[in-house]
Structures are given as structure tokens and as C-alpha cells.
Nanobody, 128 residues
């Protein structure tokens, strides 16, 4: 089992940057596929980015490519989401998620239902 805690959200202006953190406890990243999702008011939770256990490549939704970057610090068991050039439409609660993954599984998981563990979320509000 893994526990996830997001932090770093806040109120920013369009064009600003923000970095979110997701601290994991319990198990290490080497056993889990990780994902970032977001949920805007009145909308369903949507996929933002996914990475495989210890994988170097990251899969992003088209709307954030070139603006958002995921990284991780395995020593700290922390996942980051660097968000640059923020837009009004990026306003949402951001969640990190994890699912146990067997060695050799090469999939990127992009569906909410595919993840077993979720953080509580952190609010990101982008104003004009």
C-alpha cells in the first residue's frame, strides 16, 4: 500500500509557473506506475501525465505538452509536476495516483479507473 500527499497548489496568474509535489510513503516508486490527473469544477477527472516504474519517458496529454514536466526524486519518494505558462483552463484540483505494477509492464496508464491509490488533491487556480 502507498499513501500519497499532494502539495504546492495555489492562486497564480495566467502565464505563471507552479510546481506541485506528491510525496509517497509506504512503498517506493519502483513498484508503482504513477499518474497526475486533474478535475475542474463540474467536470470529470482527467488524465494529465503518466510514468512507468523507474521509467525515463513520460506520457502527457496533448493539452499540457511543452508546458508541464513530470520529474521524480526517488531518494525522497516524491513526484513533481512543474507547470509553466499556465492557462485559465488549467484551473483544477490536481491529484497524483499510483497503481502496483509488475516488472516488465510497459503500459502507460491513463484512465482514472486504472489507479488504486490517490492523494487528497491540491487546488490550482489560474486567474487572468
Amino acid at each position: 500500500q502507498v499513501q500519497l500527499v499532494e502539495s504546492g497548489g495555489g492562486l497564480v496568474q495566467a502565464g505563471d509557473s507552479l510546481r506541485l509535489s506528491c510525496a509517497a510513503s509506504g512503498r517506493t516508486f519502483s513498484s508503482y506506475s504513477m499518474g497526475w490527473f486533474r478535475q475542474a469544477p463540474g467536470k470529470e477527472r482527467e488524465f494529465v501525465a503518466a510514468l512507468r516504474p523507474m521509467g525515463a519517458r513520460i506520457y502527457y496529454v496533448d493539452s499540457v505538452k511543452g508546458r508541464f514536466t513530470v520529474s521524480r526524486d526517488s531518494a525522497k519518494n516524491t513526484l513533481y509536476l512543474q507547470m509553466n505558462s499556465l492557462k485559465l483552463e488549467d484551473t483544477a484540483v490536481y491529484y497524483c495516483a499510483a497503481r502496483p505494477t509488475f516488472a516488465g509492464d510497459s503500459r502507460y496508464y491513463t484512465e482514472v479507473r486504472e489507479y488504486d491509490f490517490w492523494g487528497q488533491g491540491t487546488q490550482v487556480t489560474v486567474s487572468s
